[in-house]
């Protein structure tokens, strides 16, 4: 923000100036006037000497070459040597479909890097429409199927972490991401989370250690960069962050030029009306990296995830991809995307619709058996959506060491909050639990178990 | 053997025979820091954990939610599998970061059978998303900027893609008619070990392709590899053998490996079912010191978090259906299916580039490697005239291991396009050499 001084003496010099100030000054509504980010500040140097292989360049030539063009320069292996004929699906509401012929050759053969191209279009669809995005989008942003939406997040993070880096994350953190970022020396700047999720003016505050956002905007070393988030039920305390939140957060982003990583496994998990809002639809400026993944709605083991964001960005994580996975499984992406096409956008919708049922289900379940055993010993919020319940146990200094010391005698494992902070040297006084596979016997049995333990270390 | 008493480096350490590897010093700064994800920690603790015990911790997807009921493939020879019930759990849920454990063994297994049995105190097995993710992640276990690296030239321009970006110094070995140049290899270490330049790193890998080399088509012999594995221990290199055509090797009897050798424990070996049994399945596999796959594995419980379930439910299936002499029949047909191919685009090539060009007999794969005569540099011959003619080959400069000089060679596959078609592209390769040769000439 300039003082009034800097902005007089501007506006007396010359017109460029003044609109300059005008912008800076209310970056909040920064539009199409705004420039486009330079996102080499992103890169780090690793990241940015990665270079197309001149295989996969010729292999996307080939895609346009003259008809009769024979190509000599592949180096896959010839399909008919492979063993399948056929691969044959079916589904619990009974939808069945088959891939043979041509459909199987190409879910046993090498794909491109960004995914299986049907898989791709019916992604870029659906991101269309789920996120509202507008006719522009596909312009200045891209999409790669990543095997598991995390692959794509780790790649994100190698790619724009330098040693010393910091990195702005919600805490308490999904230690997945944790244990990518520690090895890599960046330090992690923790904002906390109240249970609507990351609080802004922590946000706000926390950046302003580092100095005004013009400063730190045009900073590459020094300053964070980066903010990881989860948007829904985030893991581990279950919040979604509301639409205005979220704005105020975005703004944020704009102001002191960072990326955000929203990672957003849960998205459809979620115990509304409605689906939320997401960064991704209100990213005006293009700073979103989206990852979104197939695990908790389809299928785990397939590892079918995405990433979703500028093409400058993602087109990094397509290099790091196509020197090491290559790309994700394609027998997992022609039956997603078979399925995709077998259900439609309906049947997808009802599928979505009775997962959320069923883990509301599973949620209140554990509800009650909580409020049953661990009133008065416990405290928690209601999560809105997701897999977790975040449980707070005012009495005790660190859970770790209860349940490490107490937990299989009582004969009950859950997750300590220690788990999920950025510091070694940090306490928790929570536990994490979830709803989503446990039998309500055992959820039951599992409170019951807790409520003693914690009482056992009471006393 | 053991000469060096000039030990102008602090690291690497040279060792002294039968003196256990220090795996920890192939390793960097990135890769000791590395911690085991918590959550994947606790999913191979709920494995073993008395039934007693309520595990209410873990954010897993309830299968109620999961929409597939049967997954079922049938393969050419009518063979057919449904997983369902919990079969079809274990092929379409999470799976721990190593692998599916019955998957696991059987890769134990398998090595057992074609290599040697192997100490399994030492070593162990990863199931990863294609061999070259356990390549790129023991890459990225070990090198720092500037770091060299052992190569043989030609080498495979997926290594390269892995080590460019840490700006690594290939010091090459050349392929030649009898095999690999082990002299200059030994040369070319000793010059470094010897020198006091500070300028000069002393490499830490090797990395070999033995087995049908990409795109030379050479296959080291089992004699020439001892040579090698010998200047390995000499010079204290972790030596990754990376073998995704092992099978596909011409010759009647299958290769001994590098990691059927290994006495002292410094082999990474990545072995790949891509050439097999399909390469969109990402199925592949890597050998190695305990500590290095350990390694691996806690960056693959962060990034892929484990290789595909299915992929690996299918794998598994067809190699119990199979059993080792079923498996190794079946490789032999798809060798077979290739041999026939090389032998056809030899002849063809002695058709039409007699004179015009040179080439090895590939021993192995799917590739040809041709030097153009008379062409210095055919970079514009195939990027520019030959797009013109249309056909596309690729230029030599993206397998060697400086791209920035002129190089005379052309890599052709034979693995996939009619032979119709190849005799054409030879035709038109053939004119292009020689209208190629004439703009040399008058230069």
Redesign the interface.
């Known amino acids: 923000m300039l003082s009034a001084n800097k902005l007089i003496h501007c506006l007396t010099k010359n017109n460029y100036c003044k609109l300059t100030i005008l912008r800076t000054f209310s970056a909040g509504s920064i539009d199409a006037m705004s420039q486009p980010i330079d996102y080499d500040r992103f890169i780090n140097d ?2 940015a ?3 197309v ?3 996969r360049e ?1 292999t996307k ?2 895609t346009t ?2 008809p ?26 009974g939808t069945t479909f088959k891939l043979e012929g041509k459909k199987i050759e ?6 491109p890097t960004p995914g299986y191209p049907p898989l791709v279009e019916q992604l870029q669809k659906f991101q269309t429409q789920v996120h509202g995005l507008d006719s522009t989008f596909w312009q200045k942003n891209s999409l790669l199927v990543s ?2 939406s ?2 794509a997040l ?2 994100a993070l190698e790619m724009s972490l330098s040693e010393g880096d910091p990195i702005l994350v919600q805490e308490p953190i999904y ?3 944790s ?2 970022i ?4 960046a330090n992690m700047v923790p904002i906390g989370q109240d249970e609507h999720g990351i609080v802004p003016s922590a946000l706000r505050s926390a950046l302003s250690n580092y100095g005004s956002s013009e400063k730190v905007s045009a900073m590459k070393k020094d300053v964070p960069k980066l903010l990881y988030l989860n948007s829904t039920g985030a ?1 581990p305390t279950g919040a979604t962050i509301p639409t205005e939140r979220k704005k105020e957060i975005y703004d944020i982003a704009c102001e002191f030029n960072l990326v955000i990583l929203e990672d957003d496994p849960y998205y459809f998990l979620h115990f509304e009306e409605k689906d939320p809002v997401s960064f991704l639809s209100m990213d005006r400026e293009s700073r979103v990296l989206r990852f979104d993944s197939f ?9 079918v995830g995405f990433v979703t964001g500028p093409k400058e960005l993602v087109s990094r994580i397509e ?1 790091h991809t ?11 992406q022609a ?1 997603v995307s078979s ?1 995709l096409d077998e259900w439609g956008s309906e049947k997808l919708l009802q ?1 979505f619709k ?2 959320q049922q ?2 509301k289900g ?1 949620r209140d379940c554990m509800l009650a058996s909580a409020d049953k055993h661990l009133k008065g010993l416990a405290e928690w919020s209601v999560p809105r959506a997701g ?2 319940l975040w449980i707070k146990v005012p009495g005790i200094a660190d859970t770790k060491k209860l349940i490490t010391e107490g ?2 005698e009582h ?5 300590p909050g220690k ?1 999920f902070l950025a510091y070694d040297d940090a306490q928790s006084q929570y536990f ?7 039998s309500p016997e ?2 039951d ?3 019951a ?1 807790l409520a003693n333990l914690i009482k056992a270390e009471i006393a | 053997m053991r000469k060096f008493g000039l030990l102008s480096k602090a690291l690497p350490k040279l060792q002294t025979k039968n003196v256990p590897v220090e795996h920890t010093s192939f390793m960097n700064e990135l890769a000791l820091e590395r911690k085991p994800s918590i959550l994947r920690e606790l999913m191979k603790n709920h494995a073993t954990a008395s039934k007693n015990v309520v595990f209410i911790g873990e954010g897993l997807p309830h299968p109620e939610t999961i929409p597939f009921s049967e997954v079922s493939f049938t393969l050419k020879d009518g063979t057919k599998k449904v997983f369902t019930g919990s079969e079809l759990v274990t092929a379409i849920n999470y799976l721990p970061t190593q692998g599916n454990p019955k998957f696991v063994q059987k890769l134990r297994e398998l090595m057992d059978r074609f290599h040697a049995p192997l100490r399994w105190e030492d070593r162990d097995v990863i199931a990863t998303a294609g061999s070259q993710d356990g390549l790129s992640k023991v890459i990225e276990m070990s090198l720092q900027k500037g770091d060299a690296i052992v190569v043989a030239d030609p080498v495979y321009s997926g290594l390269v893609s892995n080590v460019r970006p840490y700006k690594a110094q290939l010091i090459s070995a050349q392929y030649r008619k009898n095999g690999l140049d082990t002299v200059e290899m030994k040369d070319k270490l000793t010059a470094i070990w010897s020198s006091r330049s500070k300028d000069v790193k002393i490499p830490k890998i090797l990395y070999i392709n033995p087995v049908a080399n990409n795109p030379s088509g050479h296959v080291i012999s089992d004699e020439q590899k001892r040579e090698i594995y010998e200047i390995a221990c000499e010079f204290n290199l972790l030596v990754l053998e990376d073998d995704p055509y092992y099978f596909l090797g011409f010759q009647d009897e299958l290769p001994k490996s590098f990691l059927s050798m290994d006495t002292e424990n410094r082999v990474v070996r990545f072995d790949s079912f891509s050439k097999i049994f399909g390469g969109g399945l990402r199925a592949g596999w890597m050998t190695g010191p305990k500590e290095i796959v350990r390694i691996v594995e806690m960056h693959m419980q962060v990034s892929v978090l484990h290789a595909s379930s299915l992929t690996q439910a299918i794998v598994l299936q067809i190699l119990e259906g199979q059993g080792w002499e079923g498996f190794l029949d079946y490789t032999k047909s798809v060798k077979e299916f290739y041999r026939k191919r090389r032998d056809q685009m030899v002849a063809l090539a002695d058709k039409y580039l007699t004179g015009l060009a040179e080439w090895d007999v590939p021993e192995g794969g799917m590739f040809l490697w041709v030097k153009v005569k008379g062409v210095s540099d055919v970079l514009a011959m195939v990027m520019e005239r030959g797009l013109k003619k249309d056909v596309m080959l690729i230029p030599g400069h993206a397998f060697m291991s400086d791209p920035t000089k002129p190089c005379p060679y052309i890599r052709l596959s034979y693995s996939l396009v009619p032979m119709e078609d190849v005799e054409k592209a030879m035709q038109r390769l053939a004119e292009l050499i020689k209208e190629e040769q004439a703009i040399e000439s008058q230069k």
Do not use: W
Request: with cysteine; hydrophobic share 40%.
């Open positions: 690793l990241s000497r990665r270079k292989s001149p295989i010729l030539l080939f070459a003259p009769g063009t024979i190509f000599l320069a592949g180096g896959i292996p010839n399909g008919s040597t492979f063993p399948f004929s056929r691969m044959t699906v079916e589904l619990k509401d190409n879910a046993l053969q090498y794909q095997t598991g995390q692959d780790c790649k230690p997945g991401t244990a990518i520690r090895p890599l020396n893991n695990s908790k709605i389809l299928s785990s083991g397939l590892r290099l196509q020197a090491s996975t290559m790309h994700t499984s394609a027998l997992s039956i399925l599928h009775m997962i069923f883990y599973k897999m977790f937990g299989i004969g009950v494992i859950l997750v788990d994490r639990a979830s709803y989503t596979v446990a055992d959820i049995k599992g409170f178990r």
